[in-house]
């Protein structure tokens, strides 16, 4: 049989990705660079191999798909794309189309875009880790809109669900447009994830809580406004057991993050866009210092551990992370903005906000009001929105008790601190810029703007 569709790289993601395809009802072929991996998936395929067809060559598989033909790659970012890509090229049409689904950097999804390949391109991001690409991801493109169309009818089949029954699979615009999507919604995954790990840590260090009270504490939060996946599974990962010693689990995990990147490509791309971001940036930081295990040891060695108790009721940690959160996707969304204006992407804030409300990482019940908050205007800061900004005054004390605690306790805390730092700093109207500009003008004669309206002025240091 022609397949609808074909899929290379049978990998984690690859092989659940093409196994929702199949199941949706969509024949698809599939290739894989080592052959036994595709024989091995096709034999493991149980009800679904009747739509799967196994490929042994990429002449084999191009000629397996239906013309004009539709090609998901799923293979690891950076060159291997390029290979496949270039490998595909002579044996494709130009009405056919390839699909970068894996997480590309959006800046060579932007130049993929516009190589001028034989075929045509579309770039997109996937979310939800094997789990969801198997039962539903959140799926975020760029590119033109009539190669979207052309597969947009498997996507939203293979797409998670909202509550409403909306599909989250929508093209965010040109180009990179989808995986920049991605990739903030990896820097927010990074910011969610620290804010919980912060919480986790004074309830360990300073209150003295076991992990399965954590446990309990954040599946209690679960139940509340910060329902989400990251905090439910937060709160199985405090609850499980090590089956090796009955442990808990986390007393037995070393506290070292590994990384891939994609929260750095984040922080990196708000400085070039001048777009701050701090949750984001103090939860990069955080995975790297996590990650010089030797040298805290070392530290702590020669200063002495620092935490002492923490005097807090946890319902005030749960207003602070709530502040938080709705802190991060602020500035979150803000980056999106200053990117979709530096590309012309005309990036849809609200579209955003729904497609990650389920199949992603970060999904939350939160980004139901955020979606309607960016819905009423999407140029407002959604802290000025009249739902977040009453939020925000109800929650922002304790947060300021939480973060004043642990600075004075000896808790680290520096994403839920930057956020509020952030906060003080866009509330003050008179901020403190004025002193820079005086050094600026001093050392360098470059001038400031007086408050008089007078521009290019210097200072009398110079004379
Ligand atoms: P895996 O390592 O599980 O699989 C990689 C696949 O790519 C394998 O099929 C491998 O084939 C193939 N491959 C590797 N190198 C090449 C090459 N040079 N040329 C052709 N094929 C190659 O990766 P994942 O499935 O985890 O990830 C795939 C992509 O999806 C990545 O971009 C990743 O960042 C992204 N992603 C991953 C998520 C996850 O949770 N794992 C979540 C969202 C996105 P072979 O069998 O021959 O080695």
Redesign the pocket.
């Known amino acids: 049989q022609q397949a609808q569709i074909g899929l ?8 659940a990705l093409a196994l929702n395809i199949a199941e949706k009802g969509f024949p698809i072929a599939v290739y ?3 052959t036994q ?1 595709t024989r091995d998936f096709h034999q493991e395929a149980g009800d679904l191999a009747g739509n799967v067809v196994p490929t042994e060559s990429l002449e084999e598989f191009v000629n397996a798909i239906a013309t004009p033909r539709a090609i998901i790659l ?4 950076g ?3 390029d ?2 890509i270039e490998a595909l090229e002579p044996l494709l049409s130009p009405e056919d189309l390839v699909i970068d ?4 950097d959006f800046h060579d999804t932007n130049r993929r875009a516009n190589t001028g390949y034989k075929m045509q391109f579309l770039g997109m ?6 789990e ?2 198997r039962h539903g991801p959140s799926i975020m493109g760029g590119g033109r809109q009539a190669d979207w169309d052309r597969v947009s009818d498997v996507l939203n089949a293979i797409a998670a669900k909202a509550e409403d029954g909306t599909p989250c699979a929508t093209r965010m615009g040109e180009e990179g447009a989808g995986h920049f999507v991605k990739a903030v919604h990896n820097g927010i995954e990074y910011a969610d994830m620290q804010m919980i790990a912060e919480i986790y840590g004074v309830m360990r260090d300073g209150m003295g809580l076991s992990a399965a009270q954590i446990g309990d504490t954040f599946a209690t939060w679960n139940e509340g406004p910060l329902q989400s996946y990251l905090v439910e599974i937060s709160g199985k990962v405090a609850k499980a057991t090590d089956p090796h010693g009955g442990k808990p689990m986390l007393d037995v995990i070393l506290d070292k993050a590994g990384q ?1 990147g ?1 929260g750095r490509w984040t922080a990196i791309e708000a400085q070039h866009l001048a777009a701050p971001i701090p949750v984001i940036e103090a939860a990069v930081m955080a995975r790297n210092v996590s990650a010089r295990l030797e040298e805290r040891r070392v530290m702590q060695d020669r200063f002495g551990a620092a935490p002492q108790g923490f005097d807090i009721d946890s319902t005030v940690l749960e207003k602070a992370m709530i502040a938080g959160k709705i802190l991060c996707y602020a500035q979150g969304f803000t980056m999106i903005s200053a990117a979709s204006e530096k590309f012309g992407w005309s990036l849809p804030l609200p579209e955003i906000a729904r497609v990650w409300r389920a199949g992603c990482i970060i999904r939350s019940s939160m980004l139901n009001d955020m979606a309607e908050a960016l819905t009423e205007d999407a140029e407002r800061n959604l802290i000025l929105a009249p739902f977040f900004a009453n939020l925000i005054e109800e929650n922002i004390p304790a947060l300021r008790q939480a973060v004043a605690e642990g600075i004075a306790k000896g808790h680290p805390m520096p994403a839920l601190a930057s956020g509020l730092n952030w906060f003080d700093m866009m509330r003050t109207a008179r901020g403190t810029a004025n002193m820079i500009q005086g050094q600026r003008d001093f050392f360098g004669m470059h001038g400031f703007e007086r408050l008089d309206g007078i521009a290019d002025a210097h200072g009398p240091w110079g004379a």
């Open positions: 290379i790289g049978l990998g984690t993601m690859g092989s894989n660079r080592t991996v799923m293979v690891p970012a060159t291997p794309v290979q496949q689904a894996g997480n590309a991001g996937v979310s939800g880790g094997e969801g690409a891939k994609t």
